[in-house]
């Protein structure tokens, strides 16, 4: 099953425009909030206004009108009825995943997201990077970690964030009504490339769903002409394995992204280059241009026809 | 009050001649260079409006940067690591050295004319803590020109800014100058403190006192308990990051969240700290507008009051998404609202009183109108984000900046500027433009509207905060292009305010009451502030008695002229303002300046590691602050003073009846919420731990502990008894029993050192054990001020100058003691008595 269509719309980062049930509901809050806040405000300025009307003589005021019924009693019924709503309508705190969901576990780095599955069927751990696949329909808990600074896992089609703290492990129960695909941002300061941290959600039918989890389980697409082979192997000569996993290549660090099938996917350096023609090659060679301070060099010195090479075989790489 | 004068005034004619003119001698403003060792309110306060305002122009600056920046989309004009240094010295800048100095700044200004003071109570401390502001704040504003400013937002979360992910100088340059600038904030909030309660005109009882004094008075209680959080919290992040003591750090023990409570416990008291004096402004100038006694005002006073209590539980709403207990969040969500109430008590009751009067069109109008549509507009939004599930989905966006923009340039900008145009006149006589006034107030106001309000929607739109760029495809385009433009309208209107201001501002009149406003400060006022202190029967004086001006100036209230020779103000009673005695005040020195410059570089040059020359520069403060100590508490110049016609009032006063006694009691306030705060941070630790002390770590035998406290029992026994003596009349054993608490004091702080030694902690090993330490480490810095202390007061005894009736130095010292008994007391029943409740 091939990714969605490319590239994507926008409105996908808005909180106005849901994606599930929960964050549906926020979106409706959002907008009691927002007409209830300019009803308010219209009236106050309506008195602010009449205030200034100009007249003959003082007008007496009642205090009592104005301090205990403006100033008290209005806002505390208010906000009274405000408080019981909202509280009716903020989803309970689970301890645990509910049976039937899906687990998977996402741990920022600066600047990426390490996502995590098991694949039931095999049994195996399958990782990628900056993408989260769900199944429509179904629920997911995500266990959220760091390892070095604050981040925090926001999409807000999906429903409200949460901070991503060193030292703990917070979660976040998500469910999509349908497919498609959006887009999220981590969303607290963590550095010099905060701002390009990104990560892009695709939902699919359940079936769909399983279909590309079976592929991600599999190992890496072996090269099959000998601009491929070249680029495997200017992969371990370039020393590339030091910081990626190719799973069946190269297994030996954790330290950057696992590239096993990076040609599936819809960016590259977390949401910041669209994965197009052309696009691995000017990221590995100019790494540091498009996203300066990533922990990742430019690979300046590489000539030509190695770096066609090293991209050709990591876009096979599906 | 009866007064003896045939009138019914408290003082009677002719005065004598060359009464007024020993009055200005007293007085008089140093000239040329010289006027850096003013120490008059009336100059400080002028130098500490205009550097707070240079601030605003500088963090304004460092805003528009920011502002072209995001103008378009992939934007390449600003590096994310040059962008990352603005947006972090924009928000600590505009917060830290812009908007409580600038509040407290004008309350140094115009707070003791309002109260009918000449001048604040502590002049050289306000001199002090104006200069170390100013140069620490300075030399900090110059890091962003050497590529060394902190980058890690205002608010300074580590792990980010801990050493690991922060290695360079900017966190420290953060850490120790902000870190100072909070103790120059503290000494003017106990300063204002003393004058609001020691300093008012007899007959101002509390309830006819302006509601600028209630403001400022709440306002600075809570800078006595909020920024103590920030100065523990700063303490500990800096102890990590230069010698590794893991507070923050998960992997050994530590918490990131604990900076988070720790700031926020300061941070969000500090945003009604710069509000209220702001509202204290609006209700002074809204009744002058409306030509009508302000409606509600003792609701206004118990609003005031309500938000400085309610503020202080709401912290936690800054973390809504940091996973906290879901309790404790609806909690702080309910309280959130709640603190609407009296905002909305305040708001109703301005609109109230435009109502019943008839409104004058002037430049403060404006800005008062503009200060209501927006905060208003802020503080909706503010109940908004208070509702849980909606702040899950707008923290840390865009939607935050417009509220938090709508509630401070709102809250306390407008009605900043409305207050310079409505007290021009009172600082030089002049009234600004009035046309010129709409066009500053038209373009600040569209300008600032068509910047932020469209960034509600960018937020919503999915914009998150603190970010130096934007992909084009997200919708945000158009917003942060508008945004941009209302930026820079804001701007040319603040520019066009300057070029007003300094056009006017150039030659100096005597001033009159242009909008017939009924309080104090609207008398004429000279270097001494108004010529006779006003006896007060009402809350609009200048309404109620339209002789007042007159009678005032021809010297026909209190205090007329000069007793001393030197610069004297009246206290009065804290609640009905009766007068209790004359104090004599410090006329103009070079010590704060030089204590000041050496604070600052005591503090820079150990952030760049000189030091050796750092170690100069607080060698230097302590002798200048030795020296200026030295001058003060001296006997008085005579038993009594006639202050009025037949009426005489002590000089100077002992003990609980002195207001330098109070001021250490607000001192202690603040030292023991710092420790408040340490003992939360290891508490917070402990809970975190499974086991307490953790595994590796271990507590002292109950002997060390025993001893400890023993000897810091001892050693306030001994103060008590040197206390007893000079009222005995027996001087000579004062010395030896001062030096025996000093030895008693210094023992204790040997054996807890050595206690903890021989069981073994390690500050780097575990949070736990940083904590221990850091609770270790602070009473030990009180240990060290005691020493400095205690040898001051022996040397004040051998020296003869401690008597009877000059006996400050004894009792100020005798208070700190005390408390440092209790504190370590205090530290050891937490340390070893938590592990049994673990």
């Known amino acids: ?318 | 009050m009866t007064f003896h004068t045939a009138d019914g005034l408290p003082s009677s004619l002719p005065r004598p001649p060359g009464e007024v003119e020993r009055l200005e001698r007293a007085w008089e403003a140093p000239k040329g260079w010289r006027l850096l060792s003013a120490v008059n309110n009336s100059q400080i306060g002028v130098f500490y409006i205009a550097t707070a305002l240079l601030f605003f122009v500088l963090a304004g600056v460092l805003g528009l940067m920011m502002r072209a920046q995001l103008a378009l989309p992939d934007n390449t004009l600003l590096s994310a690591q040059t962008y990352n240094q603005v947006f972090t010295m924009h928000g600590t800048v505009m917060m830290f050295l812009f908007a409580v100095p600038v509040v407290e700044a004008i309350a140094v200004y115009l707070l003791p004319g309002m109260l009918g003071a000449r001048d604040l109570p502590f002049p050289r401390l306000s001199a002090y803590a104006f200069w170390a502001y100013a140069i620490g704040g300075i030399a900090f504003f110059c890091t962003i020109f050497f590529g060394v400013s902190p980058d890690g937002g205002w608010f300074m979360y580590p792990p980010l800014t801990g050493k690991e992910h922060s290695p360079g100088l900017g966190a420290d340059f953060w850490l120790l100058g902000i870190g100072f600038i909070e103790i120059s904030a503290i000494a003017g909030a106990i300063e204002l403190i003393i004058g609001i309660l020691f300093t008012r005109a007899p007959g101002m009882t509390l309830s006819r006192m302006p509601v600028y004094a209630w403001a400022m008075l709440v306002s600075a209680f809570m800078i006595v308990f909020a920024f103590p959080a920030i100065i523990a919290g700063t303490l500990l992040l800096e102890l990590e990051r230069a010698f590794d003591w893991p507070f923050f750090i998960a992997a050994r023990g530590g918490d990131p969240v604990l900076w988070q409570h720790l700031f926020w416990f300061f941070g969000h008291p500090e945003v009604y700290i710069i509000f209220l004096p702001a509202a204290g402004m609006v209700s002074m100038m809204v009744p002058a507008m409306a030509r009508t006694p302000l409606v509600g005002h003792r609701a206004i006073v118990v609003a005031l009051v309500a938000v400085g209590f309610i503020s202080f539980a709401l912290w936690a709403h800054h973390m809504f998404t940091a996973g906290l207990s879901r309790h404790a969040m609806l909690f702080v969500s309910a309280a959130s609202f709640a603190v609407a109430i009296p905002s909305a008590v305040q708001v109703f009751s301005w609109i109230a009183t435009f109502w019943r009067g008839r409104v004058q069109m002037t430049a403060p109008t404006l800005f008062l109108l503009g200060f209501h549509f927006i905060f208003v507009l802020g503080g909706l939004t503010g109940i908004m984000v208070a509702v849980l599930p909606f702040d899950w989905q707008v923290h840390d966006t865009y939607f935050i900046v417009a509220h938090l923009h709508y509630v401070l340039i709102g809250g306390m900008v407008f009605p900043m500027f409305a207050g310079l145009y409505y007290w021009a006149p009172v600082f030089n006589g002049h009234r600004l433009s009035e046309r010129c006034a709409r066009w500053v107030f038209g373009l600040m106001f569209g300008g600032f509207n068509l910047a932020f309000f469209p960034m509600h929607i960018s937020g919503l739109l999915g914009m998150p905060r603190r970010v130096y760029t934007y992909a084009g495809d997200l919708g945000w385009n158009l917003l942060n292009l508008l945004s941009s433009l209302g930026s820079f309208i804001l701007a040319l209107g603040v520019l066009l305010f300057f070029i007003d201001a300094a056009r006017v501002f150039r030659k100096k009149i005597d001033h009159d009451n242009p909008w017939n406003a009924p309080t104090l400060e609207w008398l004429p006022q000279e270097d001494y502030g108004m010529r006779s202190i006003p006896q007060i029967a009402s809350r609009e004086p200048l309404w109620d008695r339209p002789t007042l001006a007159a009678e005032v100036v021809a010297g026909r209230h209190w205090l007329p002229g000069t007793h001393s020779g030197g610069r004297e103000t009246l206290v009065t009673s804290w609640r009905d303002a009766v007068p209790q005695h004359l104090l004599v005040l410090p006329g103009d020195s070079w010590w704060p300046f030089i204590a000041a410059a050496g604070t600052a570089g005591f503090f820079l040059l150990l952030t760049v590691a000189q030091v050796v020359l750092a170690f100069a520069c607080g060698i230097t403060a302590i002798v200048a602050i030795v020296a200026w100590l030295w001058q003060t508490d001296q006997p008085p110049h005579a038993a009594t003073a006639e202050v009025a016609d037949g009426i005489f009032l002590p000089v100077g006063a002992r003990g609980m009846a002195s207001h330098s006694w109070w001021a250490m009691i607000i001192l202690l306030c603040v030292d023991a919420t710092v420790f408040a705060s340490l003992v939360f941070a290891h508490v917070h630790v402990s809970m975190a731990a499974e086991v307490c002390p953790p595994p590796g770590a271990s507590l002292p035998g109950a002997f060390w502990p025993l001893a400890s406290g023993a000897l810091l029992l001892a050693g306030s026994a001994a103060m008590l008894g040197a206390q007893a003596l000079p009222a005995r009349g027996r001087r000579a054993p004062v010395w030896a029993l001062v030096l025996l608490a000093v030895l008693c004091v210094l023992a204790t702080f040997g054996l807890d050192g050595r206690g903890q030694q021989l069981a073994g902690l390690s500050p780097t090993a575990d949070a736990w054990s940083a904590t221990v330490a850091a609770m270790l480490a602070w009473q030990g810095f009180h240990v060290a001020v005691l020493l400095i202390m205690g040898l001051y007061v022996c040397a004040r005894a051998w020296s003869g100058k401690l008597r009877s009736d000059a006996r400050a130095s004894l009792d100020n010292t005798a208070l700190l003691w005390h408390y440092v008994t209790v504190q370590g007391l205090a530290a050891m029943g937490v340390i070893h008595l938590m592990p049994l409740f673990g």
Not at chain 1, 52 to 68: C, E, K, Q
Not at chain 1, 111 to 139: F, I, K, M, Q
Not at chain 1, 238 to 262: I, K, M, Y
């Open chain 1, 1 to 318: 099953m091939s990714a969605p269509l490319l590239p994507l719309a926008p409105q996908l980062q808005s909180v106005l425009a849901p994606a599930g049930e929960a964050a549906a509901r926020i979106t409706s809050l959002s907008w009691l909030l927002i007409i209830g806040a300019t009803l308010i405000f219209v009236f106050v300025m309506a008195l602010l206004a009449g205030s200034l009307r100009r007249r003959d003589g003082a007008r007496p005021v009642s205090p009592r009108l104005w301090i205990l019924g403006g100033g008290v009693v209005f806002p505390l019924v208010v906000l009274t009825a405000l408080l019981v709503w909202t509280m009716a309508r903020t989803p309970g705190w689970m301890e645990r995943p509910p049976p039937g969901a899906l687990i998977v576990g996402i741990t920022a780095h600066m600047w990426w997201w390490e996502v995590r599955y098991r694949d039931s069927a095999t049994g195996r751990e399958v990782a990628l990077a900056n993408e989260l696949h769900l199944p429509a329909g179904r629920p997911v808990w995500l266990g959220l970690s760091s390892p070095d600074v604050i981040h925090s896992f926001w999409v807000p089609a999906l429903g409200g964030k949460m901070d991503m703290v060193p030292g703990r492990v917070d979660h976040l129960m998500v469910q999509v009504d349908q497919p498609g695909s959006w887009r999220g941002q981590c969303a607290e300061y963590c550095g010099e490339q905060h701002a390009r941290m990104a990560l892009h959600v695709v939902a699919h039918a359940p079936a769909d769903f399983d279909a590309w989890l079976a592929g991600q389980a599999r190992p890496a697409a072996a090269p099959d002409a000998a601009l491929l082979e070249r680029g495997r192997a200017a992969f371990l000569v370039q020393r590339c394995n030091a910081c990626h996993t190719v799973r069946s290549v190269a297994d030996e660090s954790r330290l950057g992204p696992d590239l096993t099938h990076v040609g599936s996917r819809l960016y590259l350096g977390a949401g910041t280059l669209l994965n197009q023609r052309g696009a691995m090659a000017h990221w590995v060679a100019h790494t540091q241009d498009v996203k300066p301070g990533a922990r990742m060099p430019s690979s300046t010195d590489m000539d030509a026809d190695t770096l066609a090479a090293l991209a050709a075989w990591l876009e096979h790489l599906k």
